[in-house]
Nanobody, 121 residues
Framework: QVLLQESGPGLVKPSQTLSLTCTVSGGSITADYSYWSWVRQSPGKGLEWMGAISFTDAAYYSPSLKSRTSISRDTSENRFTLELSSVTSEDAGVYYC?????????????WGRGTQVTVSS
């Protein structure tokens, strides 16, 4: 069973860069047809897909966040990282990492528990 655990600062100041890591156990982030995604939920809003990195190290981003988002991976540590720059209060919420597969667009999601992010000076 694949387990995902998000980690990172719970509080970020406006204009700073948010960095979150998802550590994966019970499965490899290089496993065939696996896609490792970040999804967030802001207060009063639905789930928002932010982006993903594939088993071949290809990155995919939401068009609305692409200019501020970077997703990378560390295969030696079996984890992947989200960086979101120039954060504002609109970026506050719960951030989830997830494994998606075998298709990024129609696959099944296996979720981490999520981590709360607050944006405040």
């Amino acid at each position: 069973q694949v387990l995902l655990q998000e980690s990172g600062p719970g509080l970020v100041k406006p204009s700073q860069t948010l960095s979150l890591t998802c550590t994966v156990s019970g499965g490899s982030i290089t496993a065939d047809y696996s896609y490792w995604s970040w999804v967030r939920q802001s207060p009063g809003k639905g789930l928002e897909w932010m982006g993903a990195i594939s088993f071949t190290d290809a990155a995919y981003y939401s068009p609305s966040l692409k200019s501020r988002t970077s997703i990378s991976r560390d295969t030696s540590e079996n984890r992947f990282t989200l960086e979101l720059s120039s954060v504002t209060s609109e970026d506050a919420g719960v951030y989830y990492c997830a494994r998606v597969g075998p298709s990024l667009w129609t696959g099944n999601y296996y979720w981490g528990r999520g981590t709360q992010v607050t944006v405040s000076s």
